[in-house]
């Protein structure tokens, strides 16, 4: 099972993006469209899959080996993101941790 980002390409991914496990991008779009269909009024032409590789800290949170999205995934507390990496003990991601 591959991880993947889905989110809307007219908004980006920085204005709202799903943490989704799913065998293939065609899948993962599936399973994202009516997410993001309900957050940004998308079309299936505008859902975006994107495979997300070194992030295996994500793979803990699938709830067992079927496809599925996660909506709200934990985020690091300084940008508010969920794809910088594993969160440290202060519950800052890698990208964050020079951060005071």
Known sequence: ????TGYDSYAGSSEGACLIF???AKEARLLAWPVLQNWF???WID?????IIGEDHLR???NA????VIESPPV???CE???GGEPDEDGRCANCEWWD
């Open 65 to 68: 080996d079927f496809p599925h």
């Open 22 to 24: 799913a065998h293939t």
């Open 41 to 43: 009024d998308s079309e």
């Open 60 to 62: 803990e949170l699938a």
């Open 76 to 78: 690091c507390d300084v």
């Open 47 to 51: 859902i975006r899959a994107r495979r």
């Open 81 to 83: 993101t969920w794809g």
């Open 1 to 4: 099972m591959n991880i993947y």
